[in-house]
């Protein structure tokens, strides 16, 4: 790709694209979007990290629109932005967006369907059924660290969503400083 800047489509049309291919493959259209607050990664009873197999909504739920946030704050980005299905769940696809030039080399041979013209790739993945963890136990004793990076470490987190909702960007790691230091400076006067 040259140094010439991409214009992405709106949502819905991305959408429409990716929901078009996933009927064109059997797969269920309606999608169910994930952060990356709600994976669930796991050991096995070895002590290995398993593959993805489960996610949750109920304890950390994303709000309306969140999808549309994060392909929009994505979309600004000129690296790669990936359509990424998990699997499904009672009927629906679940998905969730990331976007990092990690996935430039990635291609059909990976699973990608690629869009040049739009820097955008889908990946259709497994013809699996994920589970969906409403036990707050199981969900406390997921794995978040140590584990190998994998492409759903490039998914936007929750915390990002609100910031977009609340001020209508993610913040810089400034402005995050300074938050913390007048959170804590208030605490201090007693405000």
């Given at each position: ?97 990331v976007c990092d030039d990690w996935f430039k080399a990635r291609g059909e041979q990976d699973g990608f369907v690629v869009l040049d013209k739009w820097n955008i790739a889908f990946r259709r993945g497994p013809v699996l059924e994920l589970e969906e963890v409403t036990d707050f136990e199981r969900w406390r004793q997921r ?49």
């Amino acid at each position: 790709m040259s140094n010439q800047r991409v214009q992405r489509p709106d949502f819905a049309t991305a959408v429409h694209e990716w929901q078009a291919l996933l009927q064109r493959h059997g797969l269920p259209v309606e999608l169910l979007w994930l952060f990356s607050d709600n994976l669930c990664f796991e050991a096995d009873g070895a002590g290995k990290l398993r593959e993805l197999s489960a996610f949750q909504i109920q304890f950390t739920p994303p709000p309306p629109h969140a999808a549309e946030d994060a392909y929009n704050y994505f979309a600004e980005l000129q690296t790669r932005l990936v359509f990424y299905r998990l699997g499904s769940h009672r009927g629906r696809s679940v998905c969730l967006l990331v976007c990092d030039d990690w996935f430039k080399a990635r291609g059909e041979q990976d699973g990608f369907v690629v869009l040049d013209k739009w820097n955008i790739a889908f990946r259709r993945g497994p013809v699996l059924e994920l589970e969906e963890v409403t036990d707050f136990e199981r969900w406390r004793q997921r794995l978040i660290k140590p584990r190998p990076l994998h492409d759903l470490d490039f998914s936007m987190d929750l915390k990002a969503v609100h910031e977009i909702l609340a001020h209508g960007r993610v913040l810089t790691t400034y402005e995050h400083y300074a938050l913390r230091f007048l959170h804590a400076w208030s605490r201090l006067l007693g405000r």
